[in-house]
Nanobody, 115 residues
Framework: QIQVVESGGGLVQPGGSLTLSCTAELRIFSLYHMGWYRQAPGKQRELVARISSGGSIDYGASVKGRFTVSRDNDKKVVYLQMNNLKPEDTAVYYC?????????WGQGTQVTVSS
């Protein structure tokens, strides 16, 4: 069974930073498009950032200029560097691995931005 595991969430003050990590035990990690999504209470899950197998990157409109996604194929890890965090960034953050018909999700990690 493929495991996708997020880590690095927590409580941070507005304006602060956090880095999330996602490890995925995929046989050929480099083939997978990797994404970060988030879901706040009462809201739909939304795209935060994704990085394709070829390195193309997309960001959700609300995080552009503040968040940075990257991947290390040798370590099978994808990162989400989050800067200048705002209370509206509070959500459970999920990692997704996607390749053709294969779609895997992690259990999520909570990020709370509050003073």
């Amino acid at each position: 069974q493929i495991q996708v595991v997020e880590s690095g969430g927590g409580l941070v003050q507005p304006g602060g930073s956090l880095t999330l990590s996602c490890t995925a035990e995929l046989r050929i990690f480099s083939l997978y498009h990797m994404g970060w999504y988030r879901q706040a209470p009462g809201k739909q899950r939304e795209l935060v950032a994704r990085i394709s197998s070829g390195g193309s990157i997309d960001y959700g409109a609300s995080v552009k200029g503040r968040f940075t996604v990257s991947r290390d194929n040798d370590k099978k890890v994808v990162y989400l560097q989050m800067n200048n965090l705002k209370p509206e960034d509070t959500a459970v953050y999920y990692c997704n691995a996607d390749y053709t018909w294969e779609h895997y999700w992690g259990q999520g990690t909570q990020v709370t931005v509050s003073s």
